[in-house]
């Protein structure tokens, strides 16, 4: 069984501030993705990260995939009010077919940026 | 922009009912999903389904489950006996091809009395 483990689990910071979220495994992904998730709503896909060490940026928000596979990063650089939620990471399975599909989300990390 | 809609967005049930979610996944989208989530816990895996059958299921998924596609435009997950602890908010998900995205619906959150 594939495992992601998520953290933090909360983060509560200042506008303006930097922040990391991690995911990490000892199991080896064929893709990893990024969430965000409002109240009340499905996930919605932020990003997809697929070759290791691979960087994608979108605006602020810095989605970083590991050499092995195996851990992937979000860093969102002076966050606002407007990027509170929650954040889930999700690794495709290394292995081919539908199982491509076959989500491992993690924990979830939720972000409250105070203005 | 095309969505998964599911309904309905929240159904309760007395133990020991069967109940039926419903899907319309987007329309051109080719691949199949149900997730669900625990009040509190992770997103889990229940079942993919693809070609019309069944191609992946959890360990979750048991004889208690199951999914159709009746008509070419609606995917339902049914449970024929729920349970308490079957409550949770599930996830209808689809996408159009091997590598696409997922795309998620909002959501059916069913409580199980």
């Known amino acids: 069984t594939q495992l992601l483990e998520q953290s933090p689990q909360f983060l509560s910071i200042q506008e303006g501030e930097n922040l990391t979220v991690y995911c990490n495994s000892s199991s080896v992904f064929s893709s990893l993705q990024w969430y965000r998730q409002e109240p009340g709503e499905g996930p919605v896909l932020l990003v997809t990260v697929v070759t290791g060490g691979e960087v994608k940026k979108l605006k602020r928000l810095t989605f970083q995939f590991g050499d092995a596979r195996k851990d992937s990063s979000l860093h969102i650089t002076a966050a606002q009010p407007g990027d509170t939620g929650l954040y889930l990471c999700?690794?495709?399975?290394?292995?081919?077919?539908?199982?491509?599909?076959?989500?491992?989300f993690g924990q979830g990390t939720i972000l409250t940026v105070h203005p | 922009e095309p969505e998964v809609t599911q309904t309905p967005s929240h159904q309760v049930t007395q133990m020991g009912q069967e109940v039926i979610l419903r899907c319309v996944p987007i329309?051109?989208?080719?691949?199949f999903y149900w997730y669900r989530q625990i009040l509190g816990q992770k997103v889990e895996f229940l079942v993919s389904?693809?070609?019309?059958?069944?191609?992946?299921k959890s360990e979750i998924f048991d004889d208690q489950f199951s999914v159709e596609r009746p008509d070419g435009s609606n995917f339902t997950l049914k449970i024929r006996s729920t349970k308490l602890e079957d409550s949770a908010m599930y996830f209808c998900?689809?996408?159009?091809?091997?590598?696409?995205?997922?795309?998620f619906g909002n959501g059916t959150r069913l409580t199980v009395t």
């Open positions: 329309s051109n989208h080719l691949y």
């Open positions: 389904f693809y070609n019309n059958e069944i191609s992946e």
């Open positions: 999700a690794g495709a399975p290394n292995a081919g077919g539908t199982s491509y599909g076959k989500l491992t």
């Open positions: 998900a689809s996408k159009s091809s091997y590598n696409s995205p997922l795309h």
